[in-house]
Each structure stands twice: as structure tokens, then as C-alpha cells.
């Protein structure tokens, strides 16, 4: 079955540690895209990428890094900049980012810094 | 940039009963309304959506409306069940942007 899969499902960080976050999906999808989500809060757009070799920051890209060498991989790096890192983590995939398509989610990392 | 805005953040309502939730959006040039349900502890899932050239699209229990006019669209849930209790958002995709959410309660 077609899907977009994000690994580890949990994941915990020392203080200074970079770590990175897996997303890949198999539904040949061409737009992907990274949100963080805080308890009880909505979804906030780190990182989209439209194409291979291509990404544009979204409205929290600082202390964040992606690639996109692959159509499939879209893996998120939580660098020791990102002063706030404790969320849960989605990735999401759609055919575009044009006006008509929806997404599709993984089931989310939750990342815990201890 | 888009702004969007979702209403109720909290709703709870008795199971049976309906459940109405409404997104109100600015950037006039949105031409695809999707509504997603995510559970605790999952990612959302989209569950309806409707495109700029119809007013309304249903699927058993769920509705979309959309007033262009108005900029607004709304999720209607029918005959609540326990189930349906989850958190629910809004976004119109143009602009990569997601309402805040709603908790939608049902209680038995």
C-alpha cells in the first residue's frame, strides 16, 4: 500500500545535539512538506519542497535543515540552534502545491530534549 | 500572506447531536477547501474537501459548505459518535497554511 512513513516514531535529544527525523513516502507525490506541532496547538509550516534539489523555508525554518536528493526522502534535521525543539513532528506529502491538492500525513515523531 | 481563521477552538456536543465547525479564509484566489481529523497522537487525515465550483459535497455523515462570497466553508458532522471526537482542521492549501483547530468533544 501507498503511503508516507516518518521514523523513529519517538526520539529523544540531549541539550546540543543535532538529530535528524526520516520521511519517506511511496506515493510518487512531488510536494512535501514539514510541520511542528506544540500541545493543544495547530500545525506550523518548517520547510516545503516542491521538487528534488529544492525547498523553501516556511514560517519557523530557523534552527531546521532539510534535503531533498530523492522524490521519495525529505529528512528533517533539528539542529542545537532550534532553542525549542519538544513538539511533535509531521510530514506530509501532496501531488503539488498548487491550489488543488490535499495531503497526506505521516503518523508524526514526537521528539523530547532531555 | 493567507490567514485563516477556525470556530470554534472547543466544541462539545452530545453524541447524536451535530457538530458545526467554521474556517474563514482571506486570499480570495483559494479555490480548494480540504478538512483533516487527526486523532490523538496521529497525523491528520484528510476526510472532505471541496473545490471553488460547488457549494456543497457531502459523504455519509460529514458536509462541506462553502459561501465564496462570504470567504468562509464549513465542516457539518451529523449524528455525532463517539468516534468523532478528535481535533479538526481547516486549510486552504494555496498558501500552505492551517487553521488553529478544533476539539470537537462527544459526549455519550
Known amino acids: 500500500d501507498g503511503g508516507i512513513t516518518q521514523s523513529p516514531k519517538y526520539l529523544f535529544r540531549k541539550e546540543g545535539q543535532n538529530v535528524t527525523l526520516s520521511c519517506e513516502q511511496n506515493?510518487?507525490?512531488?510536494?512535501m512538506y514539514w510541520y511542528r506541532q506544540d500541545p493543544g496547538q495547530g500545525l506550523r509550516l518548517i520547510y516545503y519542497?516542491?521538487?528534488?534539489?529544492?525547498?523553501q523555508k516556511g514560517d519557523i525554518a530557523e534552527g531546521y535543515s532539510v534535503s531533498r536528493e530523492k522524490k521519495e526522502s525529505f529528512p528533517l534535521t533539528v539542529t542545537s540552534a532550534q532553542k525549542n525543539p519538544t513538539a511533535f513532528y509531521l510530514c506530509?506529502?501532496?501531488?503539488?502545491?498548487?491550489?488543488?491538492?490535499?495531503?497526506?500525513f505521516g503518523s508524526g515523531t514526537r521528539l523530547t530534549v532531555v | 500572506g493567507e490567514n485563516v481563521e477556525q470556530h470554534p477552538s472547543t466544541l462539545s456536543v452530545q453524541e447524536g447531536d451535530s457538530a458545526v465547525i467554521k474556517c474563514t479564509y482571506s486570499?480570495?484566489?483559494?479555490?480548494?477547501f480540504p478538512w483533516y481529523k487527526q486523532e490523538l497522537g496521529k497525523g491528520p487525515q484528510l476526510i472532505i474537501d471541496?473545490?471553488?465550483?460547488?457549494g456543497e459535497k457531502k459523504d455519509q455523515r460529514i458536509a462541506v459548505t462553502l459561501n465564496k462570497t462570504a470567504k468562509h466553508f464549513s465542516l457539518h458532522i451529523t449524528e455525532t459518535q463517539p468516534e468523532d471526537s478528535a481535533v479538526y482542521f481547516c486549510?486552504?492549501?494555496?498558501?500552505?497554511?492551517f487553521g488553529q483547530g478544533t476539539r470537537l468533544t462527544i459526549n455519550p
Open positions: 506530509a506529502s501532496s501531488t503539488g502545491t498548487g491550489a488543488h491538492y490535499g495531503y497526506t
Open positions: 506515493l510518487n507525490h512531488d510536494a
Open positions: 519542497s516542491q521538487i528534488v534539489n529544492d525547498f
Open positions: 486570499d480570495s484566489a483559494s479555490n480548494y
Open positions: 471541496i473545490r471553488s465550483n460547488v
Open positions: 486549510a486552504p492549501p494555496q498558501k500552505l497554511v
